[in-house]
């Protein structure tokens, strides 16, 4: 499940920064693997050089710079083409990348968002010395938050 996730991820990104063909060519990168591993040991051998080649893949902009909406639910509201169908492909025409995520992830960005503007409003980036920084306001409301 969790390689279905990364994979469609994957495939909402270079919808909106990949060159021509980049989603076909990632497709067949995966039935490549898929059908050349034999046994989870080959698999895990395969996956280095198929990482690799999908990274290799040429794209039109940097996928940093393109805002992200998140689709949440269970795992069949977001990936159903029932409900899904036609909705990443008109995000991709806007320049906008879908992230299908599950309610845990939505409740941590929920959460790294308040610890974001924390730091930000302390002047730092989020991470180990925002959080040491917090460590030592504890008891100071902006520590607090």
């Keep these: 499940m969790l390689v279905a996730d990364i994979l469609v991820e994957i495939e909402q990104v270079?919808?909106?920064?990949?060159?021509?063909?980049?989603?076909?060519?990632l497709q067949k990168e995966w039935l490549r693997l898929v059908h050349g591993a034999t046994s989870l040991e080959l698999f895990h051998a395969e996956l280095p050089g198929m990482i690799n080649r999908i990274t290799a893949l040429p794209r039109t902009r940097d996928p940093r710079t393109c805002p992200r909406v998140l689709v949440t639910g269970d795992f069949f509201t977001r990936f159903s083409p029932f409900f899904i169908e036609g909705v990443p492909e008109l995000y991709a025409t806007q320049r906008i990348i879908l992230k299908p995520v599950d309610l845990s992830e939505l409740a941590l960005c929920n959460v790294y968002f308040g610890v974001a503007a924390t730091a930000s409003g302390w002047g730092l980036q989020p991470g180990g010395l925002a959080l040491a920084k917090a460590c030592t306001r504890a008891f100071q409301p902006d520590g607090k938050q």
């Design 14 to 25: 270079l919808r909106v920064v990949g060159a021509s063909g980049s989603v076909p060519h």
